[in-house]
């Protein structure tokens, strides 16, 4: 864990909306997968290609599926994600194990089948179970090795099982199931468990019992290994009415001051409009709601967290992507209509006279951000906003309470502003209706529509007064951004003129 960098630089975002009611952004995935291991450091676990999930989960597993399409997106986009983060999902009982390093299968059996009187010592809830006198020579596989250790093992510790996993090419020692709160630790060094590797030095990996955990600790257990994501998903629908699960991973995301956007999906018309109507009426904001399979969300967070930042004109809109392999679910319009009506994200098959395209719809995300895109943006903004100024902290002898050290706060917010311009995060040329302008002029006392119309965004650093000065208080300033969002839809008047 670490100390969240709020504590020293605050952004607090805001969207200004006349209307009423109105870095690496990387996902992580929820599994429920055991291969996760629960501990301090390995709950969630960083993949930056399909084939390290592959590799890890196995080619038949859902996880490696999933991001088949996590890291291709949509169909002509440039460059992939560099991450994707997969967390363990705790909703029952979880027994400690013990997991060896990986293996060589050959070699090993061979040096196993030397052992005529061989020794280990596992730690299961703080006790120590010595096995002594293992007698591998007669075994013919790996599995069979396992067998014997977990046959002395249960006589110390029933229940306990022993097992050698293909995937993993590991030994994996398990304490009994529904122990919730067992304990393991490393064995000891010997020739046994250096040989099968599941000492500390080997890198074995441990994964601690724990009890059935609520969403939002879950989703808090992931935050504490790492914040360096964006999105939040599942490798499960929605559940049925009256989604207590959803609900509750819906008001953790909505805690999060902006700072996370979740992304639930079903491929069930009645149980996502359902669940969408739940999510408005309970005021969750930034939720990501879709009508499809798992396909359509992973594509979609995967474009997200592939932008770049650094380039020019980066920024991307999910409104009529195109992902191949995606299922489109919604095939006619009176489905569409619905959909739309109830801002539910979805893929769609679009036909004219005589083409068809495949198209996502529309990026829709509650709460006052309005499109995903948005919030993706902005926790971009925040994070160079606080990364800048802390890098300025870090150099500066010292940053004074005068103008010499507002100019040069001002000075890293502008280039967070340049930047902004650059990759299109920040644009120039909208207008405002009447009511911002007015609410921009109250907040800064000057018209600043202008100034954004023609610059893009506003930054400014406000001279503290004597007692923030004297007691070393935090300085206000303010960032200004618009952006010009994306055109999906276009209405033609076409006449003919005789």
Known sequence: MSISLDKLIKVNSGVINAATRATTISNMLMTKSTLVPINATQRALPFASSDQVSNYFG????????????????????????????GRWVDGDQAAYIRGNSINPTTTLTALK?????????????????LTNLDFSAATSLSGCALIIQT?????????????SALTQSFIATAPVGTGTSTVGFCPAGTLSTLIKMTAATLAVLSQGAVDQTPAQNWQAVKNITRNWGTGSKLWEVEASPFAESLADCEWFNGQNGAYAYAPYSSTLATVLAFKAAVVDATYANIFVNYTLYDLPAGELGALAAVNYRQTNAVISLTNKSFSGVTPLVTDDDTYDLLVAAKINFYGRFQSRNDEFNFAEEGWLTGQWLYIENLVNNIWVVDQIQIKLAGFLKTSKITPYNSTGYTSLQTVLISVGELAKVNGVATIGNVFSEAIIQKLQADVGFDLAATLTSQGYYAVITPADYDQRVNREPVDGSFYYTNSGNIGKITINNNLVV
């Open 59 to 86: 080619v038949d597993s859902n996880e490696y599926l999933y991001s088949t399409f996590y890291f291709k997106g949509y169909d002509g986009q440039s460059g992939m994600a560099k991450l994707l983060w997969i």
């Open 114 to 130: 030397a052992i005529t009187a061989g020794a280990i010592t596992f730690t299961f809830n703080s006790t120590t179970q010595a």
């Open 152 to 164: 002395a093992l249960a006589t110390s510790l029933s229940g306990a099982t022993v097992v050698y």
